[in-house]
């Protein structure tokens, strides 16, 4: 502890004036000119919007065929796009119609809440708070 105390000499010019010697050529030796300028490519590029009432802005250009069924294909879902499944995620909704026909009337697979006198009743008698659905 009495080490970290003890003060730091104090130096003279001749010491300060080749420390700033030092340090201005560590700095000459990592500066560089740069003549040629390009955009990062890693970087993201913010576009400035168009004036709207701007008559260069608003020429009407040829539309390209070629970009526009490109962009046109790479808004299609993947079933539209591949006849078959590309990730092994997409098998599982890939076959989304039903195996049998939902048929609403068929008694025999729909089970729907029939109300009756007694259990309007008795849903009325829970929705207002009695708990004796156990006796």
Do not use: C
Not at 76 to 101: A, D, F, H, M
């Amino acid at each position: 502890m009495a080490h970290s105390m003890q003060e730091k000499p104090i130096h003279d010019e001749v010491h300060q004036n080749q420390i700033l010697r030092e340090l201005i050529l560590k700095e000459l030796r990592a500066q560089k000119l740069h003549t040629e300028y390009h955009v990062n490519p890693l970087r993201k590029v913010h576009t400035v919007t168009r004036k709207p009432m701007s008559w260069h802005d608003n020429l009407e250009e040829p539309a390209d065929g070629k970009f526009l069924n490109l962009i046109h294909h790479a808004a299609q879902g993947p079933r539209k796009k591949y006849p078959e499944t590309q990730t092994e995620n997409q098998e599982i909704g890939w076959n989304s119609e039903p195996l049998v026909n939902p048929d609403r009337q068929d008694r025999r697979l729909n089970h729907f809440r029939v109300y009756h006198d007694i259990t309007l009743y008795k849903a009325k008698m829970w929705s207002l708070g009695e708990d004796d659905r156990h006796k």
